[in-house]
């Protein structure tokens, strides 16, 4: 397994290396509803490093480009989002076609997953403080 220390540097490296896609997609994130939608960007979770990270809602929104296409590339994103979902988290994707083509629709199905339906009022999140 690879290392914390090593993960949060991938995850650093990842983030000041935006494709425009996330850079749209983040500004639309930040944007919702602030109530229980705090949403981190290249985050590590194990021994991954997703694209968007709802901590509250255990919710990770990923982006994909066209080589996620190829067959290799399909075959580690759908072992990875079992993993991921074999731990508990909420995985969405979302094609970058689709931020650029149609963001409303893209955030209204985040909105839906983070706040149960578009109608839902957003609920205030509890932050716990690390001790």
Known sequence: ????????????KLRANTTPHERILWRALK????????????APIGPYVVDFFCPAKRLIVELDGGHH????????????????????YRVIRFWNSDVTGDLNAVMERVYAEVHGALDADALPLRRHRRG
């Open 69 to 88: 296409n190829e067959d290799a590339t399909a075959q580690r994103d759908n072992e990875r989002q079992a993993w991921l979902e074999k731990e508990g």
């Open 31 to 42: 944007e919702l509803p602030i109530e229980g939608t705090h949403f981190r960007r290249q």
């Open 1 to 12: 397994m690879v290392s914390p220390a090593i993960r949060r540097a991938v995850a650093k």
